[in-house]
């Protein structure tokens, strides 16, 4: 399967991904690396990993980043219960603690997290690792070992590997700057927003029943608007949104209402000083360079 | 890659790996970190793309070298010039921006900063005060090398440095007395769902209705105390020299975390927090230097404090906090309004520290009527016009 294959699956099921994404993303596939997708939020990074997932009909298996994950919620955790129980349980009999320790630290009382999950899978799933820049830098440390030899090292247990590769996504809002051991061992692509033919072909892929005439206003509107002083860029899922409340209220042409207008606009503007910066005034100027 | 196109290789050199070595090196040269590993995985990328297409081969390239969004930027540029000389083809068209651009090794030098390296750059080239001419001869390499300036720069007045270099520092000064400030664990120990420590209490309570057996641990930690920082930067018309240094001080405090605030002031207060956490420094402290000439006038630092305590106070200060003014103490305001709006302040259980430029001066001594009146409030008061006296803050403001 060549790059251009790829590109070509994605846009049928419903991604449209650049040249610079879809050959990343072809290497991560035939080298078998992790790929690290930085770029603004709303650029559709996670959803890369969910159609991948979808093409290569395997699972996807999700962990989501925040401050203060640690290994027990990310990767295993002993199940301290039933560990306790069978310890009870074999006090009567006339075990050696060499024999008690060999049955409580075995597998069946491990509880796999997500990362332990992914390695040991039959089918290959897609491990997407949402928003790493918001771990901090020990959980970082930690998959440093699982991306480069894809193994996990259980201190009573001794090193699981992976009973198949998983196709390994890295998503980074850039809040925190990650650390260069982690970026050697990715190969990196940063998304950015789409233009806007790019973005029209999203617009149509998703929602094809909407009026191309309106179409074509919807997304310039939306990247004039990204053009715009804002907080927070509407993204790719916001401009559907939007194009779909627009529609669905049965508009044909943006410039037709303009209050109907702005007060769609919640759709899009997430912030009280990104809704003030846009006022009736600004909307017009944005909608009226469009007709 | 068509080998019509390439002029550049001595006849000896033949292969694929030969070739691809001498790209590896022209990158690393400009500022990327590719190693052997990135060599090696470069090859084998190419192994299972068309290598004739020079877009594929870029595209490749660009994913296993480039490794962070700057380098991303560049990439393009550092791939036309090494396999198409220069982008000798296209020179006619983006000559400007080619020159630029142009990957020489004295603007890509690896080790001075390369994270940052192409929008100072660019910053330095829309600067239009005094000391841009100063800041150009130090970017375009000719002249001396940075990293051997920053040093002396320290011991400059913050008037006479407005490179981004400072700034950068300023910013990278603020980090660490943020960090010093708000590093506070209690001593207490408080239930939690995950902790370093067991609840042996509860543990012992609980295991009571599972017949003795500790089913459940409970865990305990120490809870964070952090310290809330407040900012507030004077940035009147006496103070507008420091004003750039200032600002990225401030956006280093504000970046370090979400409940660190800053405010503006002269004749009226801003909040200026979430302009602050822009990404992008230069751009915040233009964008900010612009709003803060907007205002214009004298300083009411009392007014302005008094509005303070009626607008923010109450949501950002409380006993935890530590209000930072930034200040040189001119007021139009009678002095008692200062001195009324700090002891509200004070009221509420914070600490007030008072950084003055003018106290780093030769025999400066507290006498204009604001900054006079301020004093009997204020739990630290130092110099700050010098990066070094700023750094020299932080055993102070850790003991505070």
Not at chain 1, 190 to 215: G, M, N
Not at chain 2, 168 to 174: G, T
Request: with cysteine.
């Amino acid at each position: 399967m060549s790059w251009k294959t790829l590109q070509s699956d994605l846009a049928e099921a419903g991604y449209i991904a650049s040249a610079e994404l879809a050959m990343a993303l072809h290497l991560a596939l035939t080298l078998e690396r992790p790929l690290l997708l930085e770029g603004a939020a709303g650029v559709g990074k996670t959803e890369v990993a969910k159609m991948l997932a979808l093409l290569q009909s395997t699972r996807l298996i999700r962990l989501q980043c925040y401050e203060g994950l640690d290994a027990s919620t990310a990767i295993y955790e002993w199940n301290y219960q039933r560990q306790l129980l069978s310890v009870r349980a074999v006090a009567e009999k006339d075990l050696s603690t060499q024999e008690v320790e060999d049955q409580i630290f075995s597998e069946r009382y491990l509880l796999k997290r997500p990362l332990l999950e992914a390695i040991s899978q039959s089918q290959p799933p897609v491990l997407l690792i949402d928003e790493i820049d918001r771990a901090d830098e020990e959980f970082e440390a930690y998959l440093l070992e699982i991306l480069s030899d894809f193994q996990i090292s259980i201190p009573e247990l001794g090193t699981i590997d992976a009973v198949s590769k998983p196709m390994v996504i890295l998503t980074s809002n850039g809040t925190r700057d990650l650390s260069d051991a982690l970026r050697r061992r990715c190969l990196y692509s940063f998304v950015e927003y789409p233009d806007l033919s790019t973005e029209l072909a999203i617009l149509q892929k998703r929602l094809p029943h909407i009026d191309k005439l309106l179409a074509e206003q919807l997304v310039g509107f939306v990247q004039a608007l990204r053009k715009e002083d804002l907080q927070k860029n509407p993204g790719i899922a916001e401009m559907l949104d939007w194009s779909a409340a627009v529609a669905g209220l049965g508009v044909a042409n943006l410039s037709d209402d303009p209050v109907q207008l702005q007060a769609t606009l919640v759709c899009l503007l997430k912030t009280q000083s990104d809704i003030a910066a846009i006022p009736v005034e600004v909307t017009q100027r944005l909608a009226g360079k469009l007709a | 890659m068509c080998a019509a196109q390439l002029t550049r290789f001595p006849q000896t050199v033949t292969g694929v790996s030969e070739r691809l070595s001498g790209f590896m090196a022209h990158l690393r040269h400009n500022g990327l970190p590719v190693t052997v590993t990135e060599y090696s995985q470069t090859l084998e990328a190419l192994a299972c793309i068309n290598m004739c297409s020079a877009n594929e081969v870029r595209l490749a390239c660009k994913a296993v070298c480039a490794g962070r969004s700057d380098h991303y930027d560049q990439f393009d540029e550092l791939f036309r010039a090494y396999w198409f000389n220069a982008g000798r083809e296209k020179l006619s068209v983006v000559s400007s921006d080619q020159q630029r651009k142009k990957p020489s090794p004295s603007i890509f030098q690896p080790g001075i900063d390369n994270n940052r390296q192409p929008d100072s750059s660019r910053g330095t080239a829309d600067e239009t005060d005094s000391s841009a001419a100063d800041d150009s001869s130090a970017h375009s390499g000719e002249g001396k090398l940075i990293a051997t300036t920053t040093k002396n720069l320290e011991k400059i007045d913050l008037r006479e440095l407005m490179t981004p270099e400072s700034v950068q520092r300023a910013e990278k000064l603020a980090h660490q007395l943020a960090a010093a400030m708000r590093d506070r664990r209690s001593r207490r120990r408080r239930a939690a769902n995950r902790g370093a420590m067991l609840d042996l209490r509860r543990v012992i309570r609980k295991s009571v209705s599972c017949g003795g057996e500790p089913l459940t641990l409970y865990k305990r930690h120490k809870p964070d105390r952090p310290v809330n920082i407040v900012a507030l930067l004077d940035v009147s018309g006496s103070m507008t020299v420091y004003a750039k240094i200032f600002l990225s001080f401030l956006k280093g405090l504000v970046s370090h975390d979400q409940r660190t605030d800053a405010y503006l002031f002269h004749t009226s207060l801003v909040r200026v927090s979430d302009a602050l956490r822009d990404n992008d420094t230069l751009r915040a402290v233009n964008r900010l230097s612009l709003m803060a000439q907007g205002f214009g006038g004298g300083t009411k630092i009392g007014t302005n404090l008094q509005q303070f305590n009626r607008q923010y106070a109450a949501q950002t200060v409380n006993g935890r906090s530590v209000v930072i003014i930034l200040s040189d103490g001119y007021d139009t305001d009678p002095p008692e309004i200062i001195s009324q709006a700090l002891q509200r302040l004070k009221k509420r259980g914070c600490r007030i520290v008072w950084l003055n430029p003018l106290k780093g001066w030769k025999d400066y001594a507290p006498v204009a009527g604001g900054m006079a009146a301020a004093l009997p409030y204020l739990d630290f008061f130092a110099a700050a016009n010098t990066l070094e006296s700023l750094a020299a803050l932080e055993p102070h403001l850790q003991r505070l």
